[in-house]
């Protein structure tokens, strides 16, 4: 598929540097949180005028290489957003199934859309006027950016607006704070009641050694047991924040007062939103499959993070690394050069 040329429906400027296009974007997942996150992420920091989809395609046409489905809007499931003109300026897509569509809606447009895909499409990157892939990827093309981590949508002002909103119930002057982000359990390694004791030594440890408080937050994958296991150990402890689900969500005040930053190993977009802090980040738990251990080694090659031993002295900080924004930057200078 030749890559047809750019031109926006509405006038395009030269803007200051991370400042949105005045543009429409969509932005287009099958409806997970970690594909939604970076997608609209990416989306945002490109466009001032920004549309969420969730779709999916019908079985059997969704078992298909997404380059070999040109008409994936008929075949969308039935609980699926339906894309129809007015089609954006720019469109960001996420997962291999929504990247059928955005193929399908680039066409469809007459090559006026913009199609910027994350991650691997698994496909023909030459379907995408850009494609952003991780490093572990190995994905490489005249039009494919690689970048160290996840894309996201944890910038420095959601960051400053989530300190103010969380410094008094957090902060506590002349004590460290060391915040702890749970994820659960994936394809490629449980989170396992063992290891949540190791992680529990671990702090207990630091926190004798530094008299640091800690600040936990579960995610939505940690299993019940393990929330249980938390809440348990640390029940009643003046110095011991533990999220138990309820109310506001302190995930973002976290990483923005916390001292140095504990990820389990799980996942790699709160390992990425975390090095978007300027924080020391350490990483508990296995390596899990082989392109997650390439991701992970990668990042203690480079010294970003430092696996977690309950160590006494912090590690360099690595971050912040902006992913969001190198690939936005890409996106907009393509953009500017086609307008």
């Known amino acids: 598929m030749a890559i047809q040329p750019f ?6 400027r030269a803007n200051p540097a991370g400042e949105p296009l005045a543009l429409t974007a969509w932005s287009i997942t099958t409806g997970e949180a970690g594909f939604r996150t970076q997608a609209r992420g990416l989306a945002s920091r490109i466009a001032a005028d920004v549309r969420e989809l969730t779709v999916d395609v019908r ?3 969704r078992y298909l290489p997404a380059g070999l489905l040109p008409a994936a809007l008929d075949h969308l499931t039935a609980f ?33 859309t913009t199609a910027i895909h994350v991650q691997n499409p698994l496909t023909d990157p030459r379907a995408f006027d850009l494609v952003v892939a991780m490093e572990h990827d190995g994905l490489s093309g005249p039009n494919v950016i690689s970048v160290p981590t996840a894309l996201h949508d944890v910038t420095p002002a959601r960051l400053g607006e989530a300190a103010k909103l969380w410094r008094k119930r957090l902060f506590k002057r002349g004590r460290p704070l060391v915040g702890v982000v749970l994820g659960g359990t994936n394809k490629h390694q449980p989170f396992t009641l063992k290891m949540a004791g190791d992680l529990m030594d671990g702090l207990l440890r630091l926190r004798r050694e530094t008299g640091a ?11 019940d047991e393990i929330k249980a296991a938390f809440q348990t150990r640390f029940a009643g402890d003046p110095d011991v924040f533990c999220w138990d689900m309820q109310g506001d ?18 996942s790699v977009s709160m390992i990425s939103e975390a090095l978007a802090t300027d924080n020391p980040v350490e990483v508990f738990g296995p390596d899990g499959g082989r392109r997650h251990a390439k991701f992970l080694h990668g990042l203690v090659d480079k010294g970003l993070v430092r696996p977690f031993t309950g160590e006494r002295l912090p590690p360099a900080p690595g971050g912040p690394i902006d992913s969001t924004e190198i690939a936005a930057q890409a996106a907009k200078a393509l953009i500017l050069a086609r307008a």
């Open 7 to 12: 031109l926006p429906r509405n006038p395009v």
């Open 59 to 61: 079985k059997p046409w």
């Open 80 to 112: 699926s957003d339906r894309p129809t003109p007015p089609w954006p300026d720019v469109l960001v897509s996420c997962s291999r199934r929504s990247a059928a569509v955005a193929i399908a809606v680039k066409r469809a447009s007459g090559g006026r």
């Open 213 to 223: 408080g800690l600040a936990i937050t579960p995610s939505r994958r940690t299993p």
């Open 249 to 266: 969500n302190p995930y973002l005040g976290i990483l923005a007062l916390s001292d140095r930053l504990v990820v389990t190993s799980d």
